[in-house]
């Protein structure tokens, strides 16, 4: 190896490339920390809240429930809160009512692949941006606990169908007055729907879901419905990054606006 002018090491033929030795942590002259740093802002928020939502009382109000209490399955939930009129966990259950069903919508987002980016980057710094080194001096990516969790995915997918069921069917009731008669909207009704419906394009949206309806396939002519399924699951999976915000802020904001007006905060005519 021979030297130049400026003392730079240039590889002479034959010889091995070495690697150029950078001590600066970036070269980027551009705001690359942004990002990160609103992405950890937006997720802290939503994790504040909804450490308060889960201890917060004021869950339901007719024909309202809290996106983040339901279902409600012990007898300490208020009866019209209770899902299809059942309390299986009995009355030896006295905490609150979200905790029973917290780890599937949370297992979800947490496993989440574009979830796992942005947590990676924002709360961890691995990396926090493109051409930005990190911090840490090992690197053992999902192999190991408590990151090898992150494989199980796939199976809270499941779970998370059962939610935006459970969420489904919370928003027909909320067709309901608060006497039981069918035919009301309120806004509650409409930000209720319109959670459900982001809740679904999200999960529907989820890289397991798009795997599922047809990944394993080595001919779509033979499949065609499960091909059509695929195509529409594709479609919304190219969302997938924007769906998992506006989900997430949707299901806080249905939560909030319940409990809101659980407390009386919130009063009008269409509430």
């Given amino acids: 190896m021979t030297q130049t002018t400026a003392g730079r090491p240039i590889n002479e033929p034959g010889q091995r490339k070495q690697r150029a030795q950078i001590t600066a942590r970036t070269l980027r002259t551009d705001r690359w920390w942004l990002a990160p740093a609103i992405t950890f802002a937006a997720l802290a928020s939503f994790l504040v809240y909804g450490f308060w939502a889960i201890f917060d009382k004021s869950y339901f109000v007719e024909p309202y429930i809290a996106p983040f209490s339901s279902p409600c399955l012990a007898t300490s939930c208020p009866e019209g809160a209770r899902f299809l009129g059942l309390a299986p966990f009995g009355d030896w259950w006295t905490l609150p009512p979200g905790i029973l069903i917290l780890g599937l919508p949370a297992g979800f987002r947490l496993t989440c692949y574009y979830y796992r980016k942005g947590y990676y980057r924002a709360f961890w710094l691995s990396p926090p941006a493109c051409s930005v080194a990190e911090p840490h001096k090992k690197y053992t990516g999902e192999t190991r606990l408590p990151l090898i969790l992150q494989n199980i995915h796939r199976y809270f997918f499941y779970g998370a169908i059962l939610i935006a ?72 999976n190219r969302r997938h990054m924007l769906l998992a915000w506006l989900s997430m802020y949707s299901v806080m904001i249905a939560d909030l606006y319940v409990r809101l007006v659980a407390k009386g905060i919130v009063n009008f005519p269409f509430a």
């Fill in 165 to 236: 069921l459970v969420l489904t069917w919370d928003a027909v009731l909320a067709l309901r007055d608060a006497n039981g008669n069918w035919g009301h909207v309120g806004l509650g009704t409409v930000i209720l729907w319109i959670n459900v419906v982001l809740i679904w394009a999200y999960t529907l949206s989820c890289h397991s879901c798009r795997h599922i309806t047809a990944g394993r396939l080595n001919h779509f002519s033979k499949h065609p419905v499960r091909y059509k399924m695929w195509t529409f699951v594709s479609k919304l």
